[in-house]
C-alpha cells in the first residue's frame, strides 16, 4: 500500500486539471485503505460542483463499510440514492455495512424492503448473500440456512457452501449440494468443488471426494490439475497407495499433468512402502516426457532400490542420473557401494567407485571398507591393499579391524612375504614411524598363523631404531602360539621376562594362547609357577575360563579345583561360562563329582552352606546324579542360580538333565524359557526333540522338529536320522 499511495501523491502534484483528476484520487485512497481521505477529497469536489460517477460513488461506499466509517456510509449512501445510482450492489454493501454492526434484524428488514419493493431486482442473489456471508460469520448458521431456503438462488448457494465449508459443516455441505442438485439442479462451481474437496481430503473422506469427482465428470465440471494433485498427494498421505497408482495411470484419460509437488508426494510414498518398481516406471515415464525431477527425488528412489537390492535399476537410474548431470549424494553413493558388495558384484561397486574418482568425488570411509571386504572376500588382496592405501591418501583413516583383515589376507596369498613387505613399506612411507604401524602388522600376521612373518616386523622395528612396547610383545608372544611355535612362544615369554618385569597382560596372553595351543599341563605348570611367585599378578576372567576349558576337555578333574579355589581367592566371579562347562563335564562323566569328594580335604565337607565352594560341589553333585533321583524345576534352578548366573546354554544343561528322567518337568521348563527372555537355540531343541523320543513320544519329538525348523534352524544329521 506505501507504493500505491506514494503513487497518488504523486499524482496529486503533478496532474492536477486532469480529466477525471478528483473521481481517480478519491478511489486511489479508497483502494489504498485511506477512506478518510478519499472523503475529504469528496467533500471539496462538491464544494466545487464536481460529482463523481456511480462507479466511484461505490467503491467510496464499500471503503467505508471496509473501515468501519459508519457515518460517511449513511452520508454516501443517501448521495447515491438522491442521484438515482442505488442498484443491487449498493444495497450489497448497505446490508454488509448492518452485518458489521451486529444489526441483523436491521440487515434483514431492509433486505425484504428491497426484496418485496416495487422495483424488480435483478441481482438479488447478491444482496441475500450479503447477509447470509454475515450470518455465517457470526455463527448464526440456522437463521442463515432459512433465508437460503426462502431466497435460493445459485449465488446464494455458492456462498452457503463456501461457509459451511469454512466453518467445517462437512456434512451440511454435502447434504446441501445433493438435495439442490436433484431440486433446482444446482451445480456449484469448480473452485467451490476444489474447496470442498480440499476439506474433505484433511479430514480423510476420500470415498466422498471420489463421489465428487464422478459428480464433476458428470455435470461436465472436469477437476482441473489442482483438484487431482491435490486429491493424489492426499491419497499419497493417507497411505492408500494403490489407489493413488491408478489414478496416476489414468492421468491419460482424465488429463491430468502431475505437479512437482504430486510427484514428488507419488514417489516418496510408493519407496516408502516398498513398491519401488512402480516408482521406476514412474520416474521413467516423468523423463520420456522431458519432466526431470530433482536431486531429493532421485536420493528417495535410489535409497529404496538399494534397500531392497533391486540394483540393476539402480545402475539404470546411476547412469540416468549422469547422463542429466545430477550428483547424488555421498550416502546413496555409500549405499549403493555398499548393496553391490553385499550381493558379491563387488566388482561393479569398484566401478562406480571408478566413475566417482572420474567426477573428483571422494568415496566415503564406508563404501571403501565394502569393497575392500568384498575384494578379501573374493581372494582379490591386491586391489585390498591397493584401496586400502588410496583411502588414506584420500584422507580417510581405516580402522585396526580393516588393516588386520588386509593384512591377514595378504598373508594368506600364494607369495606372501613379497605383497607383506610392500603393504608394510607403502604404510610405513605414509605415517610417521611408531609401534603402532609395526604392531598392526605384527597383529595381522599372527591372526594369519605367520608367526615367521611376524617375528620379522618385529626385528625390522627394533632395527629401525624403536623399542618394541608391551603390546608388541603381547602380539607376538600371540602370534607364536596360535601359530602352534609353542617352543618359539616359550622362548620369547622368558626373553620378555629378561627385559620386563611380567605383567598382568603378557601372564593372561600366555596362559589363554597355551589353552587355545591345546597344551593344558604346560598352561598350568606356568599358571601354578608364576601365581606362586607373583602375587600381584591377578588373572583376567576369560584366563581363568580357557584354563578350566582346556583342563575339563582332558579330564584333568583334580587340577580344575585348584584353579577355581584361586578364583575365588582373587574375587574373580564364577562366569556362566565357567558354570556352564562344569555342568557339561557332570553330566558326560561323573569321574569329576568322584574326583572333587577324594581330592578334597575333609574340612571342606564341613564348611557352612553358604561358601561357594560348598555350593559348586551340590550342583555338581546334582548333576552328576549323586543325589535323590527327581528334583523340583524350581529348586534345581535355584541351586544353579546361587553358584553362577544362568543363560541359555545353562537352561539347555537343565533340560538335559531334566530330560533323563523328568521329561514332563523339561516340557515345563522349555514353555518358561520365552517368558523369561531367554531364546531357545538350536541345542535347547535338540535335547528336547532327543528327550521325547527316548520316552517313547515320538509325535512330541516330531511337533518340535518342526517347530525348530519355522525358527530357521537345521536339524543335526543324527536328529533326522533319529525320526
Not at 598363523?449 to 618394541?468: C, H, T
Not at 608391551?470 to 620378555?496: A, C, M, P, Q
Amino acid at each position: 500500500m506505501s507504493l500505491m499511495l506514494g503513487y497518488l501523491e504523486d499524482y496529486a502534484k503533478n496532474r492536477r486539471g486532469s480529466h477525471n483528476y478528483h473521481t481517480i484520487l478519491v478511489m486511489g485512497y479508497a483502494v489504498a485503505g485511506k477512506p478518510e481521505f478519499a472523503l475529504q477529497l469528496f467533500g471539496r469536489m462538491r464544494y466545487q460542483g464536481i460529482d463523481l460517477d456511480v462507479f466511484a460513488y461505490h467503491v467510496l461506499l464499500n471503503a467505508l463499510v471496509e473501515g468501519n466509517y459508519y457515518d460517511g456510509v449513511e452520508a454516501v449512501s443517501n448521495q447515491i440514492k438522491s442521484r438515482g445510482f442505488e442498484s443491487e450492489v449498493t444495497h450489497s454493501i448497505l446490508i454488509k455495512s448492518f452485518c458489521r454492526k451486529k444489526e441483523f434484524d436491521r440487515a434483514e428488514t431492509y433486505l425484504r424492503r428491497v426484496m418485496e419493493g416495487e422495483v424488480k431486482i435483478k441481482g438479488g442473489g447478491y444482496i441475500v448473500g450479503a447477509l447470509v456471508d454475515g450470518l455465517c460469520k457470526d455463527e448464526q448458521f440456522d437463521r442463515a440456512g432459512k433465508l437460503v431456503d426462502e431466497f435460493g438462488e445459485f449465488h446464494v448457494y455458492d456462498i452457503w457452501i463456501r461457509e459451511l465449508v469454512r466453518a467445517r459443516k462437512l456434512d451440511g455441505a454435502m447434504e446441501f449440494l445433493h438435495k439442490t442438485r436433484n431440486v433446482v439442479q444446482y451445480v456449484p462451481d469448480l473452485f467451490r468443488y476444489n474447496t470442498l474437496i480440499i476439506r474433505l481430503l484433511r479430514e480423510n473422506r476420500l470415498e466422498e471426494v471420489c463421489d465428487l469427482i464422478i459428480e464433476m465428470r458428470e455435470s461436465n465440471i472436469p477437476p482441473d490439475e489442482l483438484t487431482m494433485n491435490t486429491v493424489l498427494c492426499f491419497f499419497c498421505k493417507g497411505g492408500m497407495v494403490d489407489i493413488a497408482l491408478r489414478l496416476y495411470d489414468s492421468r491419460g484419460q482424465i488429463g491430468l499433468s502431475l505437479s512437482s509437488m504430486a510427484f514428488n508426494y507419488l514417489m516418496n510414498t510408493l519407496c516408502g512402502d516398498g513398491s519401488v518398481v512402480d516408482a521406476y516406471r514412474i520416474l521413467k515415464n516423468a523423463l520420456e516426457q522431458g519432466y526431470f525431477p530433482g536431486v531429493p527425488t532421485f536420493s528417495v528412489l535410489a535409497h529404496a532400490l538399494c534397500k531392497l537390492e533391486k540394483l540393476d535399476m539402480m545402475n539404470e537410474l546411476f547412469h540416468v542420473a549422469l547422463e542429466n548431470n545430477v550428483v547424488l549424494s555421498d550416502r546413496i553413493h555409500e549405499i549403493y557401494i555398499q548393496a553391490l558388495c553385499r550381493t558379491g558384484r563387488v566388482e561393479d561397486g569398484y566401478y562406480i567407485h571408478g566413475e566417482l574418482n572420474r567426477l573428483n568425488k571422494v568415496t566415503t570411509g564406508c563404501a571403501y571398507n565394502s569393497l575392500i571386504n568384498g575384494f578379501i572376500k573374493s581372494n582379490r588382496a591386491d586391489i585390498a591393499v591397493r584401496l586400502l592405501i588410496e583411502m588414506q591418501e584420500k584422507g580417510h583413516t581405516p580402522s585396526r579391524q580393516l588393516f588386520r583383515t588386509v593384512i591377514q589376507s595378504v598373508c594368506e596369498t600364494e607369495n606372501p612375504e613379497k605383497q607383506f613387505q610392500r603393504l608394510l613399506e607403502m604404510q610405513l612411507s605414509l605415517h610417521e614411524i611408531d609401534c603402532g604401524v609395526f604392531n598392526i602388522f605384527i597383529e595381522g600376521a599372527g591372526l594369519a598363523k605367520k608367526p615367521d612373518l611376524a617375528n620379522e616386523v618385529y626385528q625390522m622395528m627394533k632395527r629401525s631404531g624403536i623399542s618394541p612396547n608391551v603390546t608388541s610383545d603381547i602380539l607376538l608372544l600371540r602370534s607364536y602360539l596360535r601359530g602352534e611355535k609353542v617352543s618359539d612362544g616359550l622362548h620369547f615369554f622368558h626373553n620378555i621376562l629378561e627385559r620386563r618385569a611380567i605383567g598382568r597382560k603378557v601372564f593372561n596372553t600366555l596362559i589363554i594362547g597355551l589353552c587355545k595351543a591345546n597344551k593344558p599341563d604346560i598352561a598350568l605348570s606356568y599358571f601354578t609357577n608364576i601365581r606362586a611367585k607373583e602375587k600381584t599378578v591377578r588373572p583376567s576372567l576369560e584366563c581363568y575360563e580357557e584354563l578350566i576349558y582346556v583342563l575339563c576337555n582332558h579330564k584333568r578333574y583334580d587340577k580344575i579345583l585348584d584353579v577355581i579355589d584361586d578364583l575365588i581367592d582373587v574375587g574373580r566371579p564364577l562366569s556362566s561360562f565357567i558354570g556352564n562347562n562344569l555342568l557339561l563335564h557332570s553330566l558326560k562323566d561323573r569321574e569329576l563329582y568322584d574326583t572333587w569328594v577324594d581330592s578334597r580335604p575333609p574340612t571342606e565337607l564341613t564348611q557352612p552352606e553358604s561358601s561357594h565352594i560348598w555350593r559348586l560341589r551340590e550342583v555338581v553333585g546334582l548333576f552328576s546324579d549323586r543325589f535323590r533321583d527327581d528334583i523340583s524345576i524350581d529348586d534345581l534352578e535355584q541351586v544353579v542360580r546361587n553358584c553362577f548366573p544362568l543363560d541359555i546354554y545353562t537352561y539347555n544343561m537343565l533340560l538335559r538333565k531334566l530330560c533323563a528322567k523328568q521329561v514332563d518337568d523339561a516340557d515345563k521348563l522349555f514353555d518358561t524359557l520365552c517368558p523369561k527372555g531367554y531364546e531357545p537355540n538350536q541345542w535347547t531343541y535338540e535335547t528336547m526333540v532327543h528327550g521325547f523320543y527316548k520316552h517313547g513320544r515320538k509325535d512330541h519329538a516330531k511337533l518340535l522338529l518342526k517347530e525348530m525348523v519355522q525358527r530357521g534352524f537345521r536339524p543335526s544329521e543324527v536328529t533326522s536320522a533319529l525320526l
